[in-house]
């Protein structure tokens, strides 16, 4: 932390430092020894990704130019899951190099260039081949994520940096050849140039698990598009849809049920804090994104949950993720609090670049937060400081150690030792309880799955 307010007043020359995020800064991964130097985390500022659908050539091509922060010398650091076909840094042709972290758990791409602090801009061309499919009248594409996954949020389809980092993002889409006209769904602000090249902006807040996207041809879903007003006073435009068959009958009573969990989560956490709410009824388990969620019928109230803790307040790595899935796990089977708990996990205490949640946080992790209730029982239990947290940290990525503080603050008691006690131990799950099956709620998606739920 020292270091980096001085190596900020070092770079306050540079320009374009003024634009930099204290708070993406704040929760850099550290650099890690690579070759004769460091590889070095960034700061993305800003990401223009350009995807071009060629339905001639039945091919999708991905562009992207970031420009990015860095604030130490060395190898700069970014992730994608597909190789680059075509990489430049400040304008000059690089190689990057796949890299694994330290303890092995996780790899990143360090670009092969010794590189000096201060604002650099680099290009990447990569193919887009994941849920991917071509048809006679246009093209299924969708960014699906999954955060029990190791490199399954935006890297899996775009080059994107860790989840710490809040990047203003644009993404320009051309379907290049069609002879029909595409749906777009997805939770940014879409302005459409013809029927062949829109653009989708995204709020300055976004990181990488944040975006909902997927295009379709026009009319292949059935949808059901209406407006709910917010406690605050807001309309909010709705679009659910489904991808037929058995469930095209529901969306009304989806309708019903996205209309009563959203009167519960506003009465019990505040406003909804996103601007609009989006559902995909795919019918195979669920995951989460700002505003918007794939989920089946059951675990819709879940999901939207979600939209409040996870990509309202949300995890800066690993290590916090498994909080917002304790939480939901908690409301699911109706806020319960216990007195006392045995066990231990390592939900916190993974190697330092993880970037999964441990699925102990949906077993586990509930009876911690039922625990946490009781202990809390005399100052109202945990749902006041989690409509507190909505309140005053909505959209800023945390760690951990971040959400222990905030809750010793808010109850004026320490907290430290109970984290300490049932998430940083050992990393295998000790708990006497049966580990809950996470397919009821984030089924664990091959490859092959989703792309049947395109
Ligand atoms: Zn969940």
């Known amino acids: 932390m020292r270091f980096i307010i001085l190596a900020l007043l070092t770079l306050a020359s540079v320009p374009g430092i003024a634009r930099a995020s204290d708070h993406d800064l704040k929760h850099l991964p550290k650099p890690f020894a690579y070759r004769d130097s460091k590889a070095v985390f960034a700061d993305f500022e800003e990401a223009l990704y350009e995807v071009t659908y060629d339905l001639t050539a039945k091919q999708a091509v991905a562009k992207a130019q970031i420009r990015f922060l860095t604030i130490e010398a060395g190898y700069p650091v970014f992730d994608s899951v597909k190789t680059p076909t075509s990489l430049s840094l400040d304008g000059q042709a690089v190689t990057a190099t796949l890299t694994r972290t330290p303890n092995q758990e996780s790899s990143v791409r360090a670009i092969d260039r010794l590189t000096q602090p201060g604002i650099h801009q680099l290009d990447v061309i990569l193919p887009l081949t994941d849920l ?16 029990l996954q190791d490199r399954n949020f935006l890297e899996r389809y775009l080059p994107a940096n860790l989840e710490f980092d809040q990047v203003k993002m644009t993404l320009i889409l051309r379907f290049k050849g069609l002879q029909s006209e595409q749906t777009i769904y997805t939770n940014g602000s879409v302005h459409r140039y013809d029927s062949t090249t829109y653009e989708i902006r995204y709020p300055s807040h976004f990181t990488s698990s944040s975006i909902f996207f997927h295009t379709a041809p026009k009319g292949l879903y059935p949808e059901l598009r209406f407006g709910l007003r917010s406690i605050d006073g807001r309309e909010l435009p709705v679009v659910l849809y489904t991808n037929g068959g058995v469930f095209s009958s529901s969306l009304d009573r989806l309708k019903d049920r996205v209309t009563t969990v959203i009167a519960e989560l506003e009465r019990d956490y505040g406003p909804f804090p996103h601007p609009s709410i989006t559902v995909y009824l795919a019918g195979a388990g669920g995951m989460e994104y700002c505003g918007a969620t794939m989920t089946d019928f059951s675990a819709l109230g879940h999901e939207l949950f979600h939209s409040y803790f996870a990509r309202g307040m949300m995890p800066a790595n690993g290590n916090a993720g498994w909080v917002d899935e304790a939480l939901a796990s908690w409301r699911d089977d109706g806020y319960q609090a216990i007195g006392s708990l045995s066990g231990s996990t390592g939900m916190s205490s993974h190697p330092y670049y993880t970037r999964s949640t441990d699925r102990a946080a949906y077993s586990f992790g509930e009876r911690f937060m039922s625990y946490l209730d009781g202990k809390t029982r005399s100052k109202g239990g945990l749902k006041p400081f989690m409509r507190h947290l909505i309140a005053t940290r909505v959209f800023r990525p945390f760690h951990i150690e971040e959400f222990i503080g905030w809750m010793g603050d808010y109850y004026q008691s320490s907290f430290v030792e109970d984290f300490k006690r049932y998430t940083y131990g050992t990393r295998s799950f000790e708990s006497a309880l049966p580990v809950r099956n996470t397919n009821e709620v984030h089924q664990k998606m ?6 049947s739920l395109l």
């Open 446 to 451: 091959h490859p092959e799955m989703l792309q």
């Open 132 to 147: 991917v499919e071509f048809r006679q009248d246009g093209v299924k594409s969708a960014f699906w994520t999954s955060d």
